[in-house]
């Protein structure tokens, strides 16, 4: 299946929850781009406020600290209150979808499948889903909105210092994506003996 058939195919189940998700995301960039102030705020109390014994402006300074640390908390607490509140109902959701779906089935259905793939689809496969489709896209934009400010952020300090260290992305890159898939391949391995293990204790204590 391509992720543009897997996205249509899952999407109206996301549909009735986007405005909360269109705002955890807004969250979450703000959240990202907020991390990346203590350490330019530090940078100025170490070099403008204490080297020219400025106390006013030290004070100034730790107070913007302060404030910025309390905003980081405010931003990411809502936005994962947003995420696990939508995340629950839209987990719900699919799971009553696809139980209302198995129940439908005809006998000789039952008669063929086995019990423990049906409870593996219901428990894990659901959160799968829903991990890749909302927690890998969180995960992607709260990264690329911080890669991008600390790249812009090491550009004002030293371009040669922020060219050598974008050096190694390529390199990274592609270790990555050779990881990603490794890491598919024994995530395949462990649901299918996560489902014989189910299918097996059901048989063993069914007889």
């Known amino acids: 299946m391509s992720l543009k058939e897997f996205v249509r195919r899952f999407y109206p189940y996301f549909r009735p929850y986007a405005g909360k998700y269109i705002l955890a995301f807004v ?10 102030l203590p350490p330019v705020l530090v940078k100025y109390i170490i070099d403008a406020g204490i080297k ?44 009553q979808h696809l139980l209302s779906h198995v129940q439908r089935q005809s006998m000789t259905f039952f008669a063929s499948a086995r019990l423990g793939e049906i409870v593996g689809r219901l428990r894990t496969d659901v959160n799968r889903v829903y ?19 600390i790249a812009c952020f090491l550009f004002y300090l030293n ?8 050096v190694v992305v390529p390199v990274i890159c592609l270790v990555l ?12 391995d462990v649901r299918d003996k996560d489902v014989f293990l189910l299918d097996f204790c059901q048989e063993l204590f069914g007889n």
Request: aromatic share 4%; charged share 15%; no cysteine.
């Open 27 to 36: 969250l979450l960039s703000a959240s990202s781009l907020l991390t990346l």
């Open 52 to 95: 020219s014994r400025n106390q006013s402006l030290i004070n100034l300074l730790a107070l913007a600290l302060i404030g910025v640390l309390v905003m980081i908390g405010i931003t990411s607490r809502t936005m994962d209150y947003l995420h696990e509140w939508a995340g629950s109902r839209i987990i719900y959701d699919l799971r």
């Open 131 to 149: 991990s890749v489709l909302v927690n890998t896209a969180l995960g992607a934009v709260s990264e690329i909105v911080q890669i991008a400010g």
């Open 159 to 166: 371009r040669r210092l922020a060219l050598l260290a974008l």
């Open 177 to 188: 994506r050779y990881t990603g898939r490794t890491q598919r391949r024994l995530a395949l």
